[in-house]
Protein backbone atom coordinates (compact mmCIF):
# COMPACT_ATOMS: atom_id res chain seq x y z
CA UNK A 1 0.00 0.00 0.00
CA UNK A 2 1.45 3.57 -0.82
CA UNK A 3 2.05 6.15 1.57
CA UNK A 4 1.59 10.00 1.19
CA UNK A 5 3.74 12.11 2.87
CA UNK A 6 3.33 16.01 2.82
CA UNK A 7 6.14 18.69 3.38
CA UNK A 8 4.62 22.11 4.11
CA UNK A 9 5.90 25.18 5.35
CA UNK A 10 6.49 28.74 4.43
CA UNK A 11 8.39 30.04 1.10
CA UNK A 12 12.24 29.96 1.97
CA UNK A 13 11.20 27.44 4.36
CA UNK A 14 13.57 24.21 2.87
CA UNK A 15 10.51 22.27 1.15
CA UNK A 16 11.63 22.35 -2.11
CA UNK A 17 15.39 20.91 -0.30
CA UNK A 18 13.61 18.16 2.09
CA UNK A 19 11.36 17.10 -1.27
CA UNK A 20 15.20 16.69 -3.43
CA UNK A 21 16.72 14.77 -0.68
CA UNK A 22 13.36 12.26 0.17
CA UNK A 23 13.52 11.75 -3.64
CA UNK A 24 17.28 10.83 -3.81
CA UNK A 25 16.80 8.56 -0.69
CA UNK A 26 13.75 7.32 -2.89
CA UNK A 27 15.85 7.04 -6.59
CA UNK A 28 18.77 5.09 -4.66
CA UNK A 29 16.58 2.35 -2.52
CA UNK A 30 14.62 2.10 -6.00
CA UNK A 31 11.63 2.64 -4.65
CA UNK A 32 8.53 3.72 -6.65
CA UNK A 33 6.81 7.14 -5.86
CA UNK A 34 5.04 10.14 -7.43
CA UNK A 35 5.33 13.28 -6.16
CA UNK A 36 3.28 16.34 -6.65
CA UNK A 37 3.89 20.15 -6.37
CA UNK A 38 1.08 22.31 -5.25
CA UNK A 39 -0.59 24.76 -6.14
CA UNK A 40 -0.84 23.71 -9.85
CA UNK A 41 -2.82 25.43 -12.22
CA UNK A 42 -0.91 24.83 -15.40
CA UNK A 43 -3.64 22.54 -17.60
CA UNK A 44 -0.64 20.08 -18.27
CA UNK A 45 -0.72 18.66 -14.02
CA UNK A 46 -3.63 16.56 -15.07
CA UNK A 47 -1.62 15.21 -17.95
CA UNK A 48 1.11 15.18 -15.81
CA UNK A 49 -0.65 12.59 -13.10
CA UNK A 50 -1.70 10.24 -16.06
CA UNK A 51 1.55 10.71 -17.90
CA UNK A 52 3.22 9.44 -14.71
CA UNK A 53 0.27 6.94 -14.31
CA UNK A 54 1.24 4.75 -17.41
CA UNK A 55 5.16 5.56 -17.27
CA UNK A 56 5.02 3.83 -14.24
CA UNK A 57 3.35 0.76 -15.13
CA UNK A 58 6.06 0.87 -18.13
CA UNK A 59 8.30 0.43 -15.42
CA UNK A 60 6.98 -2.29 -13.68
CA UNK A 61 6.47 -4.12 -16.88
CA UNK A 62 9.71 -3.49 -17.90
CA UNK A 63 10.96 -4.65 -14.47
CA UNK A 64 9.26 -7.86 -14.67
CA UNK A 65 10.36 -8.81 -17.61
CA UNK A 66 14.07 -7.29 -18.27
CA UNK A 67 15.07 -6.41 -14.33
CA UNK A 68 15.94 -3.25 -15.85
CA UNK A 69 14.33 0.02 -13.92
CA UNK A 70 13.23 3.00 -15.30
CA UNK A 71 13.27 6.54 -13.76
CA UNK A 72 12.08 9.12 -15.55
CA UNK A 73 13.13 12.54 -14.73
CA UNK A 74 10.62 15.37 -14.00
CA UNK A 75 12.02 17.29 -16.74
CA UNK A 76 11.37 14.06 -19.20
CA UNK A 77 7.94 13.90 -17.66
CA UNK A 78 7.26 17.84 -18.45
CA UNK A 79 8.65 17.10 -21.53
CA UNK A 80 6.32 14.52 -22.63
CA UNK A 81 2.99 15.92 -20.95
CA UNK A 82 3.55 18.99 -22.47
CA UNK A 83 3.87 17.27 -26.22
CA UNK A 84 1.05 14.70 -25.56
CA UNK A 85 -1.78 17.35 -25.15
CA UNK A 86 -3.30 19.65 -27.38
CA UNK A 87 -5.70 22.35 -26.15
CA UNK A 88 -7.86 21.40 -28.89
CA UNK A 89 -7.86 17.43 -28.39
CA UNK A 90 -6.96 17.35 -24.35
CA UNK A 91 -4.72 13.98 -23.63
CA UNK A 92 -5.38 11.90 -26.97
CA UNK A 93 -1.87 11.96 -27.98
CA UNK A 94 -0.28 11.39 -24.64
CA UNK A 95 -0.12 7.27 -25.12
CA UNK A 96 1.45 7.78 -28.76
CA UNK A 97 4.31 10.41 -27.47
CA UNK A 98 4.75 7.87 -24.41
CA UNK A 99 5.59 5.15 -26.68
CA UNK A 100 7.50 7.18 -28.85
CA UNK A 101 9.12 9.32 -26.31
CA UNK A 102 10.10 6.17 -23.47
CA UNK A 103 9.08 2.82 -24.40
CA UNK A 104 10.92 2.74 -27.91
CA UNK A 105 13.72 4.33 -26.35
CA UNK A 106 14.12 1.85 -23.50
CA UNK A 107 13.05 -0.89 -26.20
CA UNK A 108 15.94 -0.13 -28.20
CA UNK A 109 18.21 -0.13 -25.26
CA UNK A 110 16.97 -3.41 -24.07
CA UNK A 111 16.65 -5.14 -28.10
CA UNK A 112 20.70 -3.62 -28.76
CA UNK A 113 21.94 -5.26 -25.48
CA UNK A 114 22.96 -1.82 -24.22
CA UNK A 115 21.43 -2.57 -20.68
CA UNK A 116 21.31 -5.81 -18.79
CA UNK A 117 19.40 -7.39 -15.34
CA UNK A 118 19.86 -4.96 -12.54
CA UNK A 119 20.50 -1.53 -14.90
CA UNK A 120 18.94 1.53 -13.95
CA UNK A 121 18.02 3.64 -17.69
CA UNK A 122 17.74 7.44 -16.55
CA UNK A 123 15.32 8.85 -19.39
Known amino acids: MGKLIVIEGTDGS ?3 TQLQLLLNYLNKKQISYASFDFPQYGKTFFVKILARKIINQIGVDILKLYKVKIIVSEKTLEAVSQKGYDPRFGARNLERTIRDEIEDKV ?5 EDKVKAGD ?3 L
Open 14 to 16: GKG
Open 107 to 111: AKLIF
Open 120 to 122: IIN
